[in-house]
């Protein structure tokens, strides 16, 4: 399992929806997205999407002036296509969220990415 990045998750959008018209930014490993997106179309990886995250990558489509709708529907329905999975922002994941003994001292995208992994440890 793989919980992706903010700028993992603009480069899968882009390579599934998008045609790669570059979304997302140059702060990505390349090579190790590749992979991943290469072994999530074969089942071997999963890979989590937070929709809190898609929520920002969304907005700043917006801002582009980019239809989300359609976008949106196609993220969604890649669960059924590929070994993907979007984690809802739910009671669960908020309680580990903030009741956590999560450090402060990271950024709020690593914490929410360790709340992504502790959910399914």
């Known amino acids: 399992m793989h919980c992706l990045r903010i700028a993992e998750y603009e480069y899968f959008i882009d390579y599934h929806i998008n045609n790669l018209n570059k979304i997302y930014n140059d702060d990505i490993d390349e090579e190790l997205i590749k992979q991943l997106l290469s072994q999530s179309e074969t089942w071997e990886t999963e890979l989590v999407g937070v929709n809190y995250i898609l929520s920002i990558i969304l907005e700043r489509l917006l801002k582009k002036e980019v239809e989300l709708e359609s976008i949106l529907d196609q993220v969604y329905n890649l669960q059924e296509r590929i070994y993907f999975q979007i984690q809802e922002i739910d009671y669960s994941f908020i309680k580990k969220l903030y009741m956590g003994d999560l450090p ?14 502790s959910l399914y440890e």
């Open 104 to 117: 402060l001292e990271k950024s709020y995208q690593d914490i929410i990415e360790e709340c992504q992994y």
